[in-house]
């Protein structure tokens, strides 16, 4: 059974750049979400995706969009990007989107926006 | 507000010792909760899952116990090892799609 991956690992944009950032999900597993860890915090929910519909988000501002592909894959997009950006993305899979279902983590991304 | 708390922010224990570490959330009507591992710079890794149903769950050296009605958990760590180090989140759902999580308890076995 494949884990969640992330690409990339590591990456540093400029401020008022864009960054796309790739998950994929644990096999088996339709629901996908995504969560900014800052420096010393707990992460928080970016928002979720279901069979490819957005069907939950979290206190972030449109600039933060998402996709999710027929594959169960997801990508996070943030257009023009602010220092308080920099932070650890998080992608996490289960296998449906009832709560009830555990969820697993990737690696993470780690941004930083200079 | 559904928050979740950990206390303390940081804990260190000689190598061998048995630990407990704390979790609060301000709303007993949860789905369920989960705590997870995190190493410096990575991701998470799911330790144990608690559904709203259940008391307690064990893994290996690992018990955690839910109590929704004081709005806690705790996680036991029984006879720690060095390899033990690292941050633990606790993350509760609340009956939507996210988990809120914790601030973590950064977690130092002294060998």
């Known amino acids: 059974e494949t884990g969640v991956t992330q690409s990339p690992t590591h990456l540093i944009k400029t401020r008022g750049q864009q960054v796309t950032l790739r998950c994929s999900s644990q096999?088996?597993?339709?629901?996908v979400s995504w969560y900014q860890q800052a420096l010393g915090q707990g992460p928080q929910f970016i928002f979720q995706?279901?069979?490819?519909?957005?069907?939950g988000r979290g206190n972030f501002p449109p600039r933060f969009s998402g996709l999710q592909f027929p594959n169960y894959s997801s990508e996070l997009n943030v257009n023009a990007l602010e220092l308080d950006d920099s932070a650890l993305y998080l992608c996490?899979?289960?296998?449906?989107?009832?709560?009830?279902?555990?969820?697993?983590f990737g690696p993470g991304t780690r941004l930083t926006v200079t | 507000k559904q928050e979740v708390t950990q206390i303390p922010a940081a804990l260190s224990v000689p190598e061998g010792e048995n630990l407990v570490l704390n979790c609060s959330f301000t709303d007993s009507a949860i789905y369920n909760l989960q705590w997870f591992r995190q190493d410096p710079g990575k991701g998470l890794t799911s330790l144990l899952l608690?559904?709203?149903?259940?008391r307690e769950q064990t893994s290996g050296r690992l018990n955690a116990s839910l109590d929704k009605s004081s709005g806690r958990s705790t996680l036991y760590i029984a006879a720690s090892q060095p390899g033990d180090s690292a941050t633990y989140l606790c993350a509760v759902s609340f009956g939507n799609e996210k988990l809120t999580f914790g601030t973590g308890t950064r977690l130092t076995i002294i060998p």
């Open positions: 096999s088996g597993h339709n629901t």
């Open positions: 608690i559904q709203s149903s259940q």
């Open positions: 996490a899979s289960r296998r449906d989107s009832q709560t009830s279902y555990e969820q697993y």
């Open positions: 995706y279901y069979r490819e519909e957005e069907n």
